[in-house]
């Protein structure tokens, strides 16, 4: 994505305006996908994590551990854990 690399500074100061707010335009796109995904990849691997915790903290829940240890473990809080089936 986003300008070839031999595309530099000369070049894009001969463009016109059109072409230049064409370029610019599209950058922008670019920079604002790459940023959306990166705060979805973020998002997701906090509900991954969230998730494994909540798996954890209901196998703990089911072998008789206390809600002070699963939730030292799962920094979980106790709401958390006993929401858990």
Same mark, same amino acid.
């Given at each position: 994505?986003?300008?070839? %690399?031999?595309?530099?500074?000369? !070049?894009? *100061?001969?463009? %016109?305006?059109?072409? @230049?707010? &064409?370029?610019?335009?599209?950058? @922008?796109?670019?920079?604002?996908?790459? &940023?959306?995904?990166?705060?979805?990849?973020?998002?997701?691997?906090?509900?991954?994590?969230?998730?494994? @915790?909540?798996?954890? #903290?209901? !196998? &703990?829940?089911?072998?008789?551990? !206390?809600? *002070?240890?699963? %939730?030292?473990? !799962? #920094?979980? %809080?106790?709401?958390?854990?006993? #929401?858990?089936?």
């Amino acid at each position: 994505m986003g300008i070839p %690399s031999y595309f530099n500074t000369v !070049t894009y *100061a001969g463009l %016109s305006k059109e072409e @230049k707010e &064409m370029i610019d335009s599209k950058l @922008k796109n670019e920079w604002d996908y790459e &940023m959306v995904m990166g705060e979805k990849y973020d998002e997701g691997k906090l509900e991954g994590r969230l998730e494994g @915790k909540l798996e954890i #903290a209901k !196998t &703990m829940k089911a072998d008789g551990f !206390t809600l *002070a240890q699963i %939730s030292k473990y !799962t #920094a979980l %809080s106790n709401d958390e854990i006993e #929401a858990l089936d």
